[in-house]
């Protein structure tokens, strides 16, 4: 029989996922759910013909550098994969794989509860009550803002911005988008959702803008100082994919000026970090990096990376290809 391929995961991942990888192949798991030091993953990349990062893991160049030649494929336990140095990977030759449309529905969940909370002062209201600060209705007391009839702007129409928008729809927002090129006429029409061109001319028009797309060079603070003071005061913006996506220093400028009117937040540019002025902003929603954090979705996620260990390593090509590397 073959030699089962040495797959080293780098963080805990749910036990029924951790079984079924010792089953299949020679895995190495880290049982202490630290993220592993530099000196544990240069170890890794020197052993593992598999390597099983998460986000909290910085794959980069140098890492890369330490890599044995038996290192093939670097198989992420999720979507994003702005953790890894794609260059250095093709450069080695190695194959990157992701686990996306699994945790497309669970993450525009959490952007849409953002956007009911930031507009419906969900977590405002309950801290109010919990601190013993509600001393009975008043009219004009607690006014969020009308959900229904608001535009809704969505940067990155893949499986996460798609999900959005059919939940965006049923709560009655009108569907607006700007991405690299036009969904399908169909899909356009299903959402009756608007294309801009111009992503400049639909910040300007909307009421909510969702950031639902990866972090690339290309995208680096798509929403950049000029762009966040092209978006309307009274407008909210929400971020479900990376931090680095927003100049977060002149969003917290602008939440805490009152220049814009509101903010859902689950990723930030320093995570675990947290620019103290966004704590500061009484608009702000703010949740620590938990858009995809269900437990189906997680099972979901170690399943994605299952097969695509299994098909590569069967010396096929992995159905969730970020970069292809030699097989
Ligand atoms: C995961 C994420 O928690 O998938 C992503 O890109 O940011 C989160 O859903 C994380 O990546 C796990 O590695």
């Not at 890894?84 to 969940?109: Q, R, S």
């Not at 940067?155 to 939940?167: E, H, P, Q, S, V």
């Not at 299903?190 to 909307?206: G, I, N, P």
Request: aromatic share 4%.
């Amino acid at each position: 029989t073959r030699k089962k391929p040495i797959v080293v995961v780098t963080r805990k991942l749910p036990d029924v996922i951790e079984t079924r990888m010792m089953e299949l192949f020679d895995t190495r798991l880290n049982l202490d759910d630290h993220p592993l030091t530099v000196e544990q993953l240069t170890e890794a990349v020197r052993t593992a013909d598999v390597l099983v990062p998460t986000v909290t893991d910085r794959i980069d160049e140098a890492l890369l550098a330490e890599a044995g030649e038996n290192l093939k494929l670097i198989a992420s336990f999720g979507a994003g994969v702005d953790h890894i140095d794609l260059k250095a990977a093709k450069e080695k030759g190695i194959t990157v794989t992701n686990t996306p449309g699994v945790l497309a529905e669970d993450t525009a969940d959490m952007a849409m509860a953002l956007i009911l909370a930031v507009y419906r002062r969900i977590t405002e209201g309950e801290r109010v009550l919990r601190d013993g600060e509600w001393h009975g209705w008043s009219p004009n007391w607690m006014l969020g803002r009308r959900i229904h009839g608001k535009r809704l702007g969505i940067i990155g129409m893949g499986r996460i911005g798609t999900a959005l928008a059919k939940r965006a729809r049923g709560f009655g927002l009108s569907v607006h988008y700007h991405n690299r090129h036009r969904v399908d006429a169909d899909l356009e029409n299903e959402l009756e959702a608007t294309y801009w061109e111009s992503l400049d001319q639909m910040l300007a028009r909307m009421d909510i803008v969702s950031v639902n797309c990866p972090h690339t060079p290309a995208t680096y603070h798509i929403l950049s100082a000029r762009r966040l003071k092209l978006i309307q005061k009274h407008a909210i913006v929400i971020n479900t994919a990376r931090g680095e996506l927003i100049d977060e220093k002149t969003l917290a400028d602008l939440l805490l000026a009152g220049d814009i009117g509101g903010a859902g937040l689950d990723v930030y540019e320093r995570e675990p970090n947290i620019n103290p002025k966004l704590l500061r902003a009484k608009t702000a929603v703010l949740m620590p990096h938990m858009a995809s954090a269900t437990l189906e979705g997680r099972i979901d996620m170690g399943e994605r990376v299952i097969i695509n260990i299994k098909t590569f390593v069967d010396g096929h090509r992995p159905p969730d290809r970020v970069l292809e590397g030699l097989l």
